[in-house]
């Protein structure tokens, strides 16, 4: 196992800040992040190496929840009474907001697609499943569905990017949902930990926890065949797909790992980090992605270059909560 540390970037991590304060340019976005238990989003500004969080971003009245669509700059948050939007960002900063209506008023969590143009909104409360496609320009639901009618309650998702492909994953399964037909059975485990759709949006992997095994789903529009990539990762949780579909990245918060399995040969390469990755959140970056984002800590990010691996850290700023306890 490779150990990371961020030592030996530190004084590297001094050189884009001061090339950005000589020439007065503003630094670039790298990703979005939003809180998970307010209504918070900021973005995050700069390069690996000298990162920063920007202040909150102002949010539409009576949002209750943001949730950041990965690697795009864009955002879906809910509104109270108000009808579900689209946020618009441009450069870290909010740009407009674009109300979806029939689209589920609050949603227990969502599953983007890939290329996020394709979204999965889920709630218990009112027993509903829905697939909104054409994100983010023209966003409409595709498929509304009473979710008591898939063999058991959903806990995840996964989707391709025309809306075409749905995979639905409880604790102890994973289903192909056909549009019009029976849920079929992809997968059966005991703890289904984390599912996600591969880049071309004709297979899927999936995480299961009680033999640490990540699964390549294929033949999702043919011959539907489970594929074990690698077993006995250690307190495995997020899988996503690397943005070339080669690898997949697999966090592992027990023990402070990341780990990359190449889709062909299953060779694993594992990379310990200073928290536990409990998220693996694309960011704009190809292959970089938000493990930890604590309000109040240290954020974490993981990326690959190429072979080189890390992990770099965002500077804590007060979250919203703390910042209003100080008054």
Same mark, same amino acid.
């Given at each position: ?151 058991? $309650? #959903?806990? !995840?998702?996964? *989707? @391709? ?6 995979? =639905?994953?409880?604790?102890? &399964? /994973? ?76 966090? $592992? #918060?027990? !023990?402070?790992? *990341? @780990? ?6 299953? =060779?694993?390469?594992?990379? &310990? /980090? ?54």
């Amino acid at each position: 196992m490779t150990r990371i540390s961020v030592h030996r970037y530190f004084f590297l991590s001094l050189l884009p800040a001061l090339t950005w304060a000589a020439t007065g340019l503003t630094a670039p976005v790298t990703g979005y992040v939003a809180d998970s238990a307010t209504p918070e989003l900021r973005a995050i500004f700069g390069l690996p190496g000298a990162l920063r969080y920007s202040d909150p971003l102002p949010l539409p009245r009576g949002t209750t929840r943001v949730r950041v669509a990965p690697g795009r700059d864009f955002a879906w948050v809910e509104r109270g009474d108000a009808a579900p939007a689209v946020l618009f960002l441009s450069s870290g900063s909010v740009d407009r907001v674009a109300p979806v209506e029939g689209a589920l008023a609050a949603a227990g969590w969502v599953a983007f697609s890939p290329g996020a143009t394709a979204v999965v909104l889920y709630s218990s409360s009112t027993g509903r499943l829905q697939v909104l496609t054409g994100l983010p320009d023209a966003p409409r639901v595709s498929l509304d569905l009473d979710a008591s009618t898939l063999p058991e $309650q #959903p806990a !995840a998702a996964a *989707v @391709s990017d025309d809306g075409n492909i749905l995979l =639905a994953a409880s604790r102890s &399964a /994973v289903y192909l949902i056909p549009p019009g037909g029976a849920a079929q059975i992809a997968l059966s485990g005991e703890k289904i930990h984390s599912l996600a759709m591969m880049p071309d949006g004709k297979g899927a992997v999936a995480a299961e926890g009680a033999t640490g095994s990540v699964y390549l789903l294929q033949g999702l529009t043919s011959a539907l065949v489970a594929r074990t990539l690698v077993s006995g990762l250690e307190g495995i949780g997020k899988v996503q797909p690397a943005w070339d579909g080669a690898t997949v990245f697999v966090a $592992q #918060p027990r !023990a402070r790992t *990341v @780990s990359i399995v190449d889709v062909v040969t299953g =060779a694993t390469q594992s990379f &310990a /980090v200073d928290v536990p990755p409990v998220a693996l959140d694309p960011l704009g970056i190809r292959d970089a992605f938000l493990i930890s984002s604590r309000p109040g800590e240290t954020g974490w990010i993981f990326l690959r270059n190429g072979s080189d691996a890390r992990a770099v850290f965002v500077p804590a700023v007060a979250s919203g909560a703390e910042r209003g306890s100080q008054r």
